[in-house]
């Protein structure tokens, strides 16, 4: 995911100069579906065919690829495309706020997976682990 986002990263800011950020985000929001359906697939087919282990980390590996190339596009372009939205003055508090709101999406997610791990009465078996993934 990190070597995806590296990847992404630069060439996604020079096209963005080059034809607007407004169309590279875009392009970056059509791999969201990807991505999920991606992952959904990787962990299904995980579930399903649990000793085909090396096709199980591909799936996984490609949609984590996926899911780098799109935080490259999120944290480069689209956060310059919202700056540039932003008055001058104005701009420290809508970070802040942009900054908060995924502090709390951050801490409800594991909070989440806590939740869903205990009603599997904390169970880690691969149906337990796959409804928590999901």
Known sequence: MG????????PAG?????TGKARVIFFGGCLVPLAIGLSVYAIMWAYEHPKAKATAFG??????SLWGAVQAI?????????????????????????????????????????????????TWDPLALRNVFL
Not at 3 to 10: P, Q, R
Not at 14 to 18: F, P
């Open 74 to 122: 999120n944290n480069g372009v689209a956060q310059a495309l919202y700056a540039d939205s932003v008055a001058a003055g104005e701009r420290s508090r809508y970070f802040q706020y942009s900054f908060s709101l995924n502090m709390i999406a951050g801490t409800l997610g594991p909070i989440i997976s806590v939740i869903l791990f205990l009603l599997h009465h904390n």
């Open 14 to 18: 020079l096209l963005a100069d080059r």
């Open 3 to 10: 070597l995806a986002n590296l990847l992404v990263a630069l």
């Open 59 to 64: 799936l996984f590996v490609a949609a984590l």
